[in-house]
């Protein structure tokens, strides 16, 4: 049973384009909503984290955004570039800081 | 490299072997997880630990799966007479303690695991 669902499951841009991708979940007791950026054969590695007490949070070209009420979150790369291209997770915890994550989103950038 | 190292990195075996996979957590990091990705899918929770106690294993560790961590340091995950269904990426991630990061996890490389 997937705890946090994702979408959608692969995205193309151009380059300078902005791919957002959503997330929902259902576990009201989950505080903690981190991004993973995955590259082939790599783990994952977090990109920015939100916690439900902030709407948004920028890091970069990277931003959340965050809808506690909806139970609904978001990831937009602005300005994407073709290194961007990889899987996108989006993830939840409670404060035993163990992750639930999403299926995943695979974003290719054309150049 | 986030400073989580896993050994090895791929492990190809023949039905109904054991093996046995190695993570090194980053040294100050007092809590570990494993984790399994299956090819298309996000990680799912195995177990993990505070220290050398196991606090928690889920339901997808079967009997076949046993995980340790004696000292509090680096932990293994063996696999006993492994399963075509076993193949997968397993995953390991410390975090710190306490502190406003203390979420942050960091993954290692992982070990990609096929069963023949």
């Known amino acids: 049973q997937q705890q946090v669902k994702q979408s959608p499951q692969s995205l193309i841009v151009q380059k300078g384009g902005i791919p957002i991708i959503n997330c929902a979940y259902e576990n009201t007791a989950f505080d903690y909503f981190p991004w993973y950026q995955q590259f082939p054969g790599k783990g994952p590695a977090l990109l920015i984290a939100i916690r439900p007490d902030v709407s948004e949070k920028k890091e970069g070209r990277f931003t959340i955004s965050f809808n506690k009420s909806a139970k609904q979150f978001s990831l937009h790369i602005m300005d994407s570039q073709p290194g961007d291209s990889a899987t996108y997770f989006c993830?939840?915890?409670?404060?035993?800081?163990?992750?639930?994550f999403g299926a995943g989103t695979t974003v290719t950038v054309r150049a | 490299d986030t400073g989580v190292s896993q050994d090895p990195r791929h492990k190809i075996t023949k039905r109904g072997q054991n093996v046995t996979f190695r993570c090194d957590p980053i040294s100050e990091h007092n809590r570990l997880y494993w984790y399994r990705q299956t090819l298309g899918q996000g990680p799912e929770f195995l177990t993990y630990f505070q220290n050398e106690a196991q606090l928690e294993k889920s339901r997808l560790l079967s009997d076949r799966f046993s995980a340790e961590r004696p000292k509090g340091s680096f932990s293994t995950l063996e696999i006993q007479r492994t399963e075509q269904g076993d193949s997968a990426m397993y995953l390991c991630?410390?975090?710190?303690?306490?502190?406003?990061?203390?979420?942050?996890?960091?993954f290692g490389p992982g070990t990609r695991l096929t069963v023949l």
């Open positions: 993830a939840a915890s409670t404060n035993d800081y163990k992750l639930s």
């Open positions: 991630a410390s975090i710190p303690s306490g502190g406003p990061l203390s979420n942050e996890q960091f």
